[in-house]
């Protein structure tokens, strides 16, 4: 048995959500190896083979895997997978977009966003956003599974000596070709991995009054969350958008400003450590999930915070 | 061309769901259904390419009990100009319905087949992608924008850290996500002309696919309650509290 753990990087380092899957994997019994696959990027390779819990790492190198495009993955996968009982990858939108390409190519019924391993073939999953958790046994001979990264306590960085080894590329696809993106700039620690969260909604009104909320992140080395309201209203880009269909956070404090608390959006934070929620609400369904609430005007109360802190 | 939507009823987005008693699944008896939010974005777009003069007919195909014809009939009514009933009393996996719609695309031979990015009552975000690996076809997953020309779509689409634009082939998958457009209503003339839409109905077991099971589900519970929480009364406190009671800042 050994588990094959497909990295997720930007060719320069790897995101968080690889080293929590790398934690899940190591929840299997056997060896954990790591597939990096992309362009130019033995860098992170190198950092990969530091964590904890990697027994070898896998290099797949060529030009058109710089943008990691599904047509491209599943096939590199598929091409290797014979080796492995279980592979997995994030389930991160990079994760859901190639995974479930690699789980048909080998006839295998895909586990998406799992929170916990009870043994080798039996996971638990949330489903209707998060109002349930299924426990599920899989079958197939070989489990294809995404991992939901704050199920999962991120392996150490340091401390590992996996061995590298480069693997051949395939063919690049020809149904599919990268033409660009708009990356969103942010100084602010990323969203899935920050300890703090704030994050606002319909509330805030405007784009504008954002700021009064990065000043409060600013002070609490926090990432800046939305719920979809404010992202429909233009306030703040989508990738801010926290809830079952942006993403899904479990930082030690989220404050939620301005949130009415849909089950949409609780799908994606109510697993946060410390919940506050500041509504002028008090019947606000936020205040059902929320350990410290406070009933007040979040124009008076966050600049108030603010210098309290 | 000719598109092929694929739509799923599920319990109502609105809908506060329950565990049933014996954890087998949820409460399903006399709770309200309706079509996929993500699944409506897909039919949307669909008509919208046929009103932009891009696609000539819009197919609109649905795997389910009998009652998912109303599901069906919704969608002739918002303007897709035909149905195709997959009879199945038994929830497919994502799996088997990649491989039933691939047997619909192969009778259909759409030239683009729209989905929506997950269904909201099992939240795997699968059949997309496996439908495009099944066909060998690329795909647009968690579109945010569609343009077609020329035989190619291009295809913005939603990840992590902002936006990415892929070109595609035809034929292409593409699944929708929420930002993709604003999915309008049927109005009661439209919901009335639906009646007489063609919608052919086939039995899941005729069509000689293979939809047997792979996983089991041993249970479904309530996800853990959290604590009653506190309100506080001003801002010093609130500080007072997470700095001292819950140690967070």
Redesign the interface.
């Known amino acids: 048995m050994t588990t094959l753990v497909i990295a997720e990087h930007n060719n320069q380092q790897a995101q968080a959500s690889t080293f929590s899957t790398i934690a899940a994997a190591t929840q299997l019994s056997g060896d954990t190896v790591v597939l990096v696959a992309g362009h130019n990027c033995q860098a992170t390779a190198e950092q990969i083979a530091k964590a904890q819990g990697v027994s070898k790492v896998l290099v797949a190198d060529a030009e058109h895997y710089a ?1 990691l ?3 491209d993955l ?1 096939r590199l996968v598929v091409a290797i997978a014979e080796d492995y009982s279980h592979i997995l990858a994030p389930a ?3 994760g ?10 080998l ?7 799992i929170t916990a391993i009870d043994s080798d073939d ?1 996971f638990e999953r ?15 001979a070989k489990k294809v599974i995404t991992v939901r990264a704050t199920g999962f306590d991120a392996v150490a960085e340091e401390g590992g000596s996996a061995t590298i080894e480069a693997i051949e590329a395939k063919e690049a ?12 700039v942010s100084e602010r620690p990323e969203l ?1 991995s920050a300890r ?1 969260i704030v994050s606002g909604g319909r509330g805030m009104g405007s784009g504008e009054n954002f700021t009064m909320l990065e000043a409060l992140a600013d002070k ?1 080395g926090a990432a800046v969350g939305a719920s ?1 309201a404010a ?2 209203a233009g306030f703040v ?3 801010y958008q926290v809830g ?2 942006g ?1 899904i956070v479990a930082p ?2 989220y404050i939620a400003v301005g949130i009415s608390g849909a ?2 959006h609780l799908a994606g934070m ?1 697993d946060s ?4 929620a500041i509504n002028k609400d ?1 019947e606000a369904p936020i ?1 059902q ?7 007040a005007d979040l124009f008076k ?1 966050i600049p ?2 603010n210098d ?2 | 061309m000719k598109i092929l939507v694929a739509i799923k009823r599920v ?1 109502d ?2 809908v ?2 329950r ?1 049933n008693a014996d954890n087998t699944g ?1 409460e399903t008896a006399n709770v309200k259904m309706s079509m996929n939010p ?1 699944c409506e974005i897909a039919v949307e777009e669909a008509i919208r390419l046929k009103e932009q003069g891009v696609a000539s007919e819009v197919v609109a195909v649905c795997i389910g009990p009998q009652q998912a014809q109303e599901t069906l009939r919704t969608a002739l009514a918002l303007g897709a100009d035909k149905a195709v009933l997959v009879k199945s009393d038994e929830e497919l ?3 088997a319905v ?1 491989k039933v719609l691939k047997n619909i695309v192969e009778k259909e031979e759409p030239q683009m087949v729209l989905l929506g ?2 269904s ?15 066909l ?4 647009g ?2 579109a ?1 924008e569609v343009k077609v020309a020329d035989g190619k779509a ?1 295809v913005t ?13 035809m034929p ?1 998958i593409v699944t929708t ?3 993709l457009n604003e999915p309008r209503f049927a109005s009661l003339p439209n919901i009335m002309k639906a009646k007489r839409k063609p919608l052919e109905e086939l039995a899941v077991a005729d069509l000689g696919v293979d939809i047997a ?11 853990p309650a ?2 009653e ?8 406190e ?2 007072d ?2 700095k001292n009671d ?1 140690k ?2």
């Open positions: 943008h495009l599904a047509e599943d991160s939108t990079f859901k977009n190639f995974m479930p390409r690699v789980a048909a190519l006839d295998v019924q895909q586990i998406s966003e039996v949330p489903v209707y956003a998060g109002n349930a958790i299924a426990t599920v046994k899989s079958n197939d696809s020809a149904t599919s070709s990268y033409v660009g993106a708009e990356l969103t899935t703090v609490l979809r992202v429909d880009p989508n990738d079952q269909t993403k030690e404090l089950i949409q109510k450590k410390v919940i506050v008090e205040f999930v929320a350990d410290y609430g406070l009933v109360v108030e915070l309290a802190l | 319990i987005a609105n506060k769901v565990v949820v993500f996996e994502s799996l990649a990015k997950q909201i009552d099992s939240d795997n975000n699968q059949t997309g992608q496996m439908l495009g690996a099944l060998g076809w690329g795909q997953t968690f945010s291009q689409r939603e990840i992590d850290g902002g936006l990415q634009t892929v070109e595609l082939t292409a996500d929420l930002r099971p792979r996983t089991e589900t041993l249970k479904v519970a309530n996800p959290r604590q929480g506190i309100k506080v009364e001003t801002v010093a609130l500080v509290k997470l819950a967070v800042i």
